[in-house]
């Protein structure tokens, strides 16, 4: 009778593998039961990082008034043409920037575009800024064929609207050119 109980004992080895398997799905199961809001470091979550690529438009909503946070405030991507009037805006978002009909660009010369950004009204707008001197911004022309600036002094900007002035020019010699770009902005303050 003995033997017959014998050969039926679990191995040591699969003693322990039980005993670890049983450890790892109670840890899983204990954490995912106990991570609170509280527990989470503000924007240490964004909505991309939750499950399908995101939640409820707006269950986010540190980011979208948080200064400190360095995620573009507006940012457009505009197909060159070469006759002024309205120039065909390829993709645009941004933090603050409205969904709905937010940006329009405009060429005014040769290589020369007003890009204008609407603000998103249901996130206090565009925060911290007042003037252009509140904005910083960054212009990538196409594949080195073209670099870009913005000009200030024709520029301006404040809570509702930012409208920029971007210059395109060859990188060899300086001179304006109508090439696709892309340009952002984000605000220099922090409070």
Not at 6 to 26: D, E, N
């Given at each position: 009778m003995r033997?017959?109980?014998?050969?039926?004992?679990?191995?040591?080895?699969?003693?322990?593998?039980?005993?670890?398997?049983?450890?790892?799905?109670?840890?899983?199961?204990?954490?995912?039961?106990?991570?609170r809001?509280?527990?989470i470091v503000n924007d240490a979550v964004t909505s991309a990082d939750i499950k399908g690529g995101g939640g409820k438009t707006g269950d986010i909503k540190n980011r979208d008034v948080n200064a400190?946070?360095?995620?573009?405030?507006?940012?457009a991507s505009v197909k060159a043409q070469n006759t002024n009037g309205a120039a065909?805006?390829?993709?645009?978002g941004g933090q603050q920037t409205s969904t709905n009909n937010g940006v329009t660009a405009q060429r005014v010369g040769t290589g020369i575009y007003d890009v204008t950004f609407n603000a998103n009204t249901g996130t206090g707008k565009f925060v911290n800024i007042n003037s252009v001197d509140d904005l910083a911004w960054q212009v990538t022309g196409r594949n080195g064929f073209?670099?870009?600036?913005?000009f200030s002094n024709a520029s301006s900007a404040n809570t509702n609207q930012v409208k920029l002035r971007v210059f395109m020019r060859r990188p060899n010699n300086g001179?304006?050119?109508?090439?696709?770009?892309?340009?952002?902005?984000?605000?220099?303050?922090?409070?």
């Amino acid at each position: 009778m003995r033997a017959r109980f014998r050969g039926r004992r679990p191995t040591p080895a699969f003693v322990i593998a039980c005993v670890a398997l049983f450890v790892a799905m109670s840890g899983v199961a204990y954490a995912a039961n106990t991570v609170r809001s509280r527990d989470i470091v503000n924007d240490a979550v964004t909505s991309a990082d939750i499950k399908g690529g995101g939640g409820k438009t707006g269950d986010i909503k540190n980011r979208d008034v948080n200064a400190l946070l360095a995620v573009a405030k507006g940012f457009a991507s505009v197909k060159a043409q070469n006759t002024n009037g309205a120039a065909t805006v390829l993709n645009y978002g941004g933090q603050q920037t409205s969904t709905n009909n937010g940006v329009t660009a405009q060429r005014v010369g040769t290589g020369i575009y007003d890009v204008t950004f609407n603000a998103n009204t249901g996130t206090g707008k565009f925060v911290n800024i007042n003037s252009v001197d509140d904005l910083a911004w960054q212009v990538t022309g196409r594949n080195g064929f073209s670099t870009g600036s913005v000009f200030s002094n024709a520029s301006s900007a404040n809570t509702n609207q930012v409208k920029l002035r971007v210059f395109m020019r060859r990188p060899n010699n300086g001179t304006l050119i109508d090439s696709d770009f892309t340009v952002q902005f984000y605000a220099r303050t922090t409070s």
